[in-house]
């Protein structure tokens, strides 16, 4: 009898170790909702600004980069695959989700009450400030060290602030393109770039360019970067938004930095957003648009 209740305790043991560890659930939505019937589908169609290192990228085998892990995941959260849209820019990736080519959209949408109140935007993903990028070994170190050089900005009318108002005398040049200024600063026409830190990433690795590039100054301002959803899936805001939650209190947000930014910044111990879409947007009321 004893060696009866051993063997069945062995059997069960077995058992049990060949069992697979739990996972977290699939979010199931009602098949009479919006969601639902795209959760019946088993694709989320997902478009992404591929001209956006280190968000997205594209190689041979497609899109690629930390907002497309993110994208990736709030899809398997409903079970679902991503099918990744490469985009060229931030109006044709809005334009395929406004359009209904896709269901979301990943590219640099600066998070104002004028953005939200036009669009289906959710909590910020990347919380963008802006500073300065300057030739490694420079001796520019913060905004006060920028009094008589040359600075190349792109400044948005919104959200950003020119280098001119921070400290006098300073010759600032204005750009729409971070790649411009880049140039001048490759050139030596210029001694610093001043524009959001996300969009200088892209030219921390010079690709061997010479001078390479370096970030560095306090953040002059504060800005979040959402993703954008279409107006017509009603909960798919809120289903990112809890994605979003699990993937910074899971650490996988850190994991895609660690991955995709750090090696460009060198800055590790990064803070995920803590902002709401509402926090982040009031820090640039509509009055400031008029």
Not at 54 to 74: C, K, M, Y
Not at 114 to 125: G, W, Y
Not at 191 to 203: C, Q
Request: charged fraction near 25%; glycine fraction near 8%; proline fraction near 7%.
């Amino acid at each position: 009898m004893r060696r009866s209740c051993l063997a069945l305790l062995i059997a069960l043991s077995v058992v049990a170790a060949c069992v697979p560890p739990e996972t977290d659930p699939i979010r199931r939505f009602p098949v009479d909702t919006a969601l639902g019937e795209l959760q019946e589908t088993g694709t989320m169609r997902i478009a992404v600004d591929t001209n956006w290192r280190p968000f997205g990228d594209e190689d041979a085998n497609g899109p690629r980069g930390s907002a497309v892990d993110l994208g990736r995941f709030v899809a398997g959260e409903m079970g679902m695959e991503a099918q990744l849209i490469a985009a060229s820019s931030p109006d044709e990736v809005a334009g395929l989700v406004n359009g209904g080519e896709a269901d979301l959209g990943f590219a640099a949408f600066e998070l104002t009450e004028e953005s939200v109140r036009n669009n289906s935007l959710t909590d910020p993903f990347f919380i963008a400030h802006q500073r300065l990028a300057v030739p490694a070994g420079s001796d520019i170190e913060a905004v006060d060290d920028l009094e008589g050089k040359r600075v190349c900005e792109v400044v948005h009318e919104i959200t950003g602030v020119s280098v001119s108002e921070l400290i006098e005398p300073v010759d600032v040049s204005e750009e729409n393109d971070v790649g411009a200024c880049v140039m001048e600063v490759r050139r030596g026409t210029v001694d610093a770039v001043s524009a959001p830190d996300g969009l200088l990433l892209p030219w921390l690795e010079a690709d061997g360019a010479d001078p390479n590039l370096e970030l560095t100054g306090d953040e002059a301002t504060t800005v979040g970067w959402a993703a954008i959803a279409s107006p017509e899936l009603s909960g798919i805001v809120g289903h990112f938004n809890d994605s979003l939650a699990e993937a910074k209190s899971d650490g996988d947000w850190t994991r895609w930095y660690a991955r995709w930014v750090e090696p460009l910044t060198g800055e590790s111990e990064p803070e995920p957003p803590q902002l709401s879409l509402e926090e982040a947007a009031a820090l640039f009321p509509s009055s400031l648009t008029d």
